[in-house]
């Protein structure tokens, strides 16, 4: 158990819907990364917060936001979805400048 | 630019020794990570090693880097079977994100 929460942890919804996912990280730490793996992109970084700000964005799509609330958690949403959303989306937390990077166990996105 | 290349796949035999090897191209990595991924799991931290140093060893895993080369492998001693799955090489950069390799496939036979 990395300490790093996600819920939920399948979700399987229809194109065009918008879903949320949530993640909490481990405690102490103050920044949350989230990454999309796909079997065509592989292990993709999206967007990281700390402290509830936005310190660095990825291959992000405008269709997705995301942002971390005062209590640390972050919540990653999706809109408008596409089949080719379909993947496993991650969690990830850190102290700043530490070496430990610690996922989550992923939620898993469906789209139909 | 950001790249973290590795092989696909590698087949051991069950007691022998694994190496997976991982090359990447930013050379403002801080830290370096290996993860481990079983099917149908998450990412789990197997160890790390800062960007100044040269070995990392922990119980039965080996981490060597090679800053010139801009090379990082995985020893595994005594690879087991529950060693399969697949391990991802990643780099961290001064911003803090990771950058992942494609992940190699260990597939560890009896």
């Known amino acids: 158990d990395s300490g790093v929460t996600q819920t939920p942890k399948h979700l399987i919804t229809a194109t065009g819907q918008r879903v949320t996912l949530r993640c909490s990280p481990r405690?102490?730490?103050?920044?949350v990364y989230w990454y999309q793996q796909s079997l065509d992109q592989g292990l993709q970084f999206l967007i990281q917060y700390y402290n509830g700000e936005e310190r660095a964005k990825g291959n992000i799509l405008e269709r997705f936001s995301a942002q971390q609330f005062p209590d640390l958690h972050s919540e990653l949403n999706l809109s408008s979805l596409e089949l080719g959303d379909s993947a496993l989306y991650f969690c990830a937390s850190s102290v700043e400048g530490g070496g430990e990077s610690y996922f989550g166990p992923g939620t898993r996105l469906t789209v139909l | 630019g950001e790249d973290v290349e590795q092989s696909l796949f590698l087949s051991v035999r069950e007691g022998d020794s694994s190496v997976i090897n991982c090359t990447y191209t930013?050379?403002?990595?801080?830290?370096l990570y290996w993860y481990k991924q079983e099917p149908g799991a998450g990412l789990q931290l197997l160890t790390y090693?800062?960007?100044?140093?040269d070995m990392k060893q922990d119980q039965r895993l080996t981490v060597l880097l090679n800053k010139k080369d801009k090379h990082l492998s995985l020893r595994i001693a005594d690879t087991q079977t529950g060693d399969s799955a697949i391990y991802f090489c990643a780099e961290r950069l001064n911003t803090d994100k990771l950058i992942f390799g494609t992940g190699t496939r260990l597939q560890v036979f009896p």
């Open positions: 090693i800062f960007s100044n140093m």
């Open positions: 930013d050379s403002s990595s801080t830290y």
């Open positions: 405690s102490g730490d103050l920044s």
